[in-house]
């Protein structure tokens, strides 16, 4: 991931969004994790320890599913979703494999990523082009500079992200995104009420609670016999005698 943001970024911006996105998605967890303690008196992770470099392989994972021209990704070889929807798919399946892991730590990673691929942090805290392009002549990195690897900042501005999305379609964004959870929960409520209840009440296959006119009477038989024996195991004759013909109770079981 960063191999490839690094080539169309330029080293200089890349780093920047390195330690930037470290800076943030601490900050965010921590702020979450407040938040939390404050409201809802959920005191858990303000006890748990969380360190290492996943929050910004997702806020990066962001950034490159969305600027990637693939249209769809794989999810460990097991399905395929939208490039935009792969950071979310990859947060469920590996909390779904590894319950372990800091879910608020990665979701804090995609929350940052997605104000950077927005335009909000190139326009807040983020240097500009110009200043990154500066940077690259600085005589004090011409050492690091001159190392093949080193990428610089492109001339026509392409490092910044601002140009391919608007931070004002944010907010229409979140609005889609929201929309799109509360459709998955509605089909996901609505194929339980199906397996449960049945599909509207016409539905033959699933019953719950519907006995036929035999069943009734058999069963009202066997609660008088019970009541009528007091009790006493000596006392049963066995099953009564049930009105229905033969003929109808075989034309019933077929």
């Not at 693939?70 to 494999?97: C, D, E, H, K």
Request: charged residues 20%.
């Amino acid at each position: 991931i960063g191999s490839l943001l690094e080539k169309r970024f330029g080293t200089l911006r890349h780093l920047f969004t390195v330690f930037v996105g470290m800076f943030l998605t601490s900050s965010t967890y921590i702020l979450v994790a407040c938040l939390l303690s404050w409201i809802f008196r959920w005191d858990n992770l303000m006890y748990q320890h969380s360190l290492g470099f996943s929050g910004v392989l997702f806020q990066l994972s962001v950034l490159e599913a969305n600027l990637s021209p693939n249209s769809t990704r794989s999810v460990f070889g097991m399905v395929q979703v939208p490039a935009y929807l792969y950071p979310w798919a990859l947060l469920v399946t590996l909390q779904i494999f590894m319950p372990q892991i800091s879910f608020v730590g990665h979701l804090s990673g995609i929350f940052v990523g997605t104000l950077q691929l927005y335009g909000v942090l190139d326009a807040l805290i983020l240097p500009s082009d110009e200043y990154l392009r500066m940077m690259d002549d600085w005589p004090s990195l011409q050492r690091i500079a001159s190392r093949e690897g080193y990428i610089r900042t492109p001339a026509d501005g392409s490092s910044s992200i601002s140009h391919v999305r608007d931070p004002s379609s944010l907010v229409s964004a979140i609005r889609r995104g929201v929309g799109m959870i509360l459709k998955l929960v509605k089909d996901f409520l609505e194929t339980i009420r199906v397996i449960i209840f049945g599909r509207g009440r016409g539905n033959e296959n699933i019953g719950f609670g519907h006995r036929t006119d035999h069943e009734d009477t058999v069963t009202d038989a066997l609660i008088d016999n019970e009541v009528n024996a007091g009790g006493d195991d000596d006392d049963w004759a066995g099953l009564p005698s049930v009105s229905s013909s033969s003929a109808e109770v075989e034309s019933r079981i077929v």
